[in-house]
């Protein structure tokens, strides 16, 4: 009996596939992969985060290391 489906995935959506190995055809599609990783903040978050470091500099709370090192952090998540 073969049976076929059609699936519709995004792009770069990940999903688990099991493969018979005495019939290496014969696929399963098993789930979607969960990320082990948080989704990125919204961008307009991040635009809020730097203008709120920006002001401590300004008010001089941060040092400009400080702020250089806050900043890094916060671009890189």
Do not use: N, Y
């Amino acid at each position: 009996m073969e049976q076929s489906a059609a699936l519709q995935f995004a792009p770069g959506q990940r999903v688990i596939v099991k493969v018979d190995p005495d019939d290496p055809q014969c696929l399963l599609i098993w789930g979607l992969a969960v990320s082990p990783s948080a989704p990125p903040p919204p961008a307009e978050d991040r635009a809020a985060r730097l203008a709120k470091l920006h002001d401590l500099l300004t008010a001089g709370v941060l040092t400009s290391d400080e702020f250089e090192t806050q900043k890094a952090k916060l671009l890189v998540e």
